[in-house]
């Protein structure tokens, strides 16, 4: 049924301009998508929300735009080139290629389906008399799939801790898993594979380098960390917010946007003194989350998972995830990554990555608070939330995105009722008039029905339609995408009324208060 879902807003992404794939007309490219003419406003829209109350709401948060090419030992000090590994397994019969980890999380998965496929069995024949909780406590079936379960995942994250890639192969055969095309056990030995891509910088192949294309952005905030600091006078704590494309070479590469090959992070790096990480890392775990939550998606689609196999640079690690056709799933992590990387990159570069503090008169290298969503999966999350098929009165039905009116590509659409009378220069007035505040959209194409639908399914919020009326009292009818309600305004009225509601005004407000009431002392 989830799937169902899913498949159908991967269609309509598609036929509605927000997402395509990649090189189509080729036949596409694995996991590299192109954002169309409503998918990349409302991607410049997410960029806008997240800059702004990042850089702008934050005096003490300032932008940078580094290169996607660095100099390839930053890598090499980040861990990248030794750690940034994903432990691969093939099917010799299927030739095809798996994440072990995946597949042995999916075994894991696969007993909590049979543990409720018991309670749902229980359910039908106890009737309302069911208790859930006594029933969990006491099935004999249900205890001995827990037992496998948790047994399972005890090996697994102790193999995973433990870098053991031929315990997870032994896992796999243990567990009897099967490759999902040829059905076979026939598996080779797991062996890892760094997900780093790499090009060659140079004319010749003597003098060439080899480079990377960055895994991530942060690392181009701790480079120019002290850049920043020195021109910018910034006294710690502070924070570096930049927003650009990351590469990955993903094995796994499935769930349209949610896991792509090139794709985009929002990144801040929040410098602090050491000892004082985990009070910021409290700070920005909640500030991050009532980001999310202001944007009125519903507080239950989101929750926090705390990590536990850390990173080899963090000391602590939640990810805000969120409730997705398949699952609750990540959408930003929030690290505390102590002073990993700027000493690293002291040691290998040889230049002193430190701060003076003129508050306790002392030199360090500060602790590092990192925040890193990815604009792709945010976008998605956004999407999966907001694609609602509506059964309405009269049999009718529609195809709604009730997408958060600050990040929907179009904010107003203007539609004269008829293409005559004066209505279609009328309307034409009134786009003028909002154009430089708001994306606004003229149609006069087929019936207002049509045009409300058509409006609906990319989730713009307010229509106004331009009558015989309006060229005689100057007013119109602002019809409401979620209530399909309408009423009749003035034109004078109608900046008035979307603009709170468009500019994300409301949400900020609500930012700035949660900033008040945990400001950290
Ligand atoms: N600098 C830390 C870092 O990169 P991460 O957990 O690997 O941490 C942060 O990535 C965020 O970037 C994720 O929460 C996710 O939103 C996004 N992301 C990571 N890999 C991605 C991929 N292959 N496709 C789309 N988004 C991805």
């Known amino acids: 049924m989830a799937e169902d879902v899913f498949k159908k807003l991967v269609a309509h992404c598609k036929e509605y301009g927000f997402v395509f794939p990649s090189s189509e007309i080729y036949d596409g490219l694995g996991a590299v998508y192109d954002y169309g003419q409503n998918g990349v406003e409302m991607k410049n829209n997410i960029k806008k929300y997240w800059w702004d109350a990042m850089v702008k709401l934050n005096d003490n948060v300032v932008g940078l735009d580094s290169s996607i090419f660095m100099h390839p030992t930053i890598w090499k000090a980040s861990g990248h080139v030794d750690a940034f590994n994903d432990p691969l397994i093939d099917n010799r019969d299927s030739k095809k290629r798996y994440r072990a980890d995946v597949l042995i999380e999916e075994q894991i998965a696969k007993y909590d389906e049979k543990i409720e496929k018991e309670v749902a069995k229980a359910r039908k024949r106890f009737g309302d008399s069911f208790d859930e909780a006594k029933f969990m406590e006491t099935s004999e079936h249900v205890k001995a799939h827990a037992a496998k379960r948790d047994a399972l995942h005890e090996r697994y994250k102790k193999a995973m801790n433990d870098n053991n890639l031929e315990e997870l ?105 050491p000892g004082e990480e985990m009070k910021w890392f409290a700070y920005w775990k909640n500030f991050r989350l009532n980001w999310h939550k202001a944007l009125g998606m519903g507080d239950e689609n989101y929750q926090y998972h705390d990590h536990e196999k850390l990173a080899h640079y963090a000391n602590a690690a939640t990810d805000i995830e969120f409730r997705m056709p398949f699952g609750f799933k990540e959408v930003e992590g929030i690290h505390s990554r102590t002073n990993f990387d700027l000493s690293q990159h002291q040691q290998y570069s040889g230049k002193k990555m430190q701060y003076f503090d003129p508050e306790t008169n002392e030199s360090y290298v500060p602790y590092v608070i990192e925040t890193s969503i990815g604009v792709d999966r945010m976008f998605l999350s956004i999407m999966a939330g907001a694609y609602t098929e509506e059964q309405l009165e009269g049999g009718d039905s529609r195809v709604v995105l009730k997408l958060p009116p600050v990040l929907a590509p179009v904010k107003m659409a203007v539609l004269p009722l008829v293409k005559k009378d004066g209505m279609p220069e009328k309307a034409h007035q009134i786009v003028d008039s909002m154009k430089l505040e708001m994306n606004v959209a003229y149609d006069e194409k087929d019936s207002i029905g049509k045009r409300y639908r058509r409006q609906d399914a990319i989730g713009t919020p307010y229509c106004v339609t331009v009558d015989g009326q309006t060229l005689e009292d100057d007013t119109v009818t602002l019809r409401d995408r979620d209530t399909m309600e309408q009423k009749r305004v003035k034109i004078s009225e109608l900046h008035d009324i979307l603009y709170r509601k468009v500019s994300g005004h409301e949400l900020f407000e609500r930012l700035i208060k949660v900033q008040r009431e945990t400001a950290v002392k």
């Open 169 to 273: 192969k032994q896992i796999i055969i243990d567990e009897e898993i099967v490759c999902p095309i040829s059905g076979t056990k026939n598996w080779t030995d797991v062996r890892q594979f760094n997900l780093m891509f790499s090009t060659e910088m140079g004319s010749t192949a003597d003098g060439s380098m080899k480079i990377y294309l960055r895994p991530e952005t942060a690392q181009g905030i701790f480079v120019n960390f002290l850049n920043v600091q020195k021109t910018g006078r910034m006294k710690i704590p502070f924070g570096i917010a930049q927003i650009g494309k990351a590469f990955r070479n993903e094995i796994v590469a499935r769930q349209f946007i949610f896991r792509m090959r090139e794709f985009e992070q929002m990144e801040m790096q929040f410098f602090v003194r």
